[in-house]
């Protein structure tokens, strides 16, 4: 299977700590897309990348979040200083040139105790 | 700013019977988008619809486009199990090549 794959599907952290997560997007999508889904939510867009290039951060993106697409294939989401507030699910989505054809991953599913 | 509101919010039905699932916005959309998303799953794609008045099927799954692109519906017929999940519109935003805005969902539940 050749789509959208995110490391760890889970993760249970400690508020205040570190967490790192990763995406790897289908094989030549050069713009990949991070989003935060809460219970009853719909996907919220967080931020996206053309190749290794961030064009985009949502305001709800705060100086304790960090993405990076080193060599513009896979990327990272970075959350320092977790806090309770951070529980949710995090969704990677790649596609092609037009982003609105996009394909997600399974997501991380993210609980801060 | 652009908000999507979908209802209703939940919708539990037997195989067979019919639904639709709607998608409202006081903005003007570009396009629309379906989506399906499973429990623990991320969304899938099913439909893009473009020109107002746009209706798109997909099997069993009728999809419309407000005529004046500011609404869309979803109409299932003879709704099967596999039919449950959470079903999200999306829309592009119009200051952003690269963001959809989602509405919240409608969760729909299929019983047998």
């Known amino acids: 299977d050749t789509g959208v794959s995110q490391n760890p599907r889970h993760k249970i952290t400690k508020r205040g700590q570190n967490v790192t997560f990763r995406c790897d997007p289908i094989?030549?999508?050069?713009?990949l897309y991070w989003y935060r889904q809460t219970l009853g939510q719909g996907p919220e867009f967080l931020t996206y990348?053309?190749?290794?290039?961030?064009?985009?951060k949502s305001r709800l993106l705060s100086d304790r979040f960090s993405a990076e697409r080193p060599k513009g294939s896979f990327s990272t989401l970075e959350i320092q200083r977790t806090e309770q507030g951070d529980s949710a699910m995090y969704l990677c989505?790649?596609?092609?040139?037009?982003?609105?054809?996009?394909?997600f991953g399974p997501g991380t599913r993210l609980t801060v105790t | 700013t652009q908000l999507l509101e979908q209802s209703p919010q939940f919708l539990s039905i037997q195989e067979g019977e019919n639904l639709t699932v709607y998608c409202n916005s006081s903005?003007?959309?570009?396009?629309l988008q379906w989506y399906r998303q499973e429990p623990g799953e991320g969304p899938v794609l099913l439909v893009t619809?473009?020109?107002?008045?746009e209706v798109k099927k997909l099997k069993r799954l009728t999809f419309q486009f407000g005529d004046a692109r500011k609404d869309s519906s979803l109409h299932i017929t003879a709704a099967q199990t596999g039919d449950t999940g959470l079903y999200l519109c999306?829309?592009?935003?119009?200051?952003?090549?690269?963001?959809?805005?989602f509405g919240a969902g409608t969760q729909v539940v299929v019983t047998p």
């Open positions: 989505a790649s596609s092609l040139g037009s982003y609105l054809r996009q394909y």
């Open positions: 094989s030549e999508h050069n713009r």
């Open positions: 990348f053309q190749n290794e290039a961030q064009l985009e």
């Open positions: 903005s003007v959309f570009s396009s």
């Open positions: 619809v473009v020109t107002g008045g």
């Open positions: 999306a829309g592009p935003l119009t200051d952003s090549w690269g963001k959809l805005q």
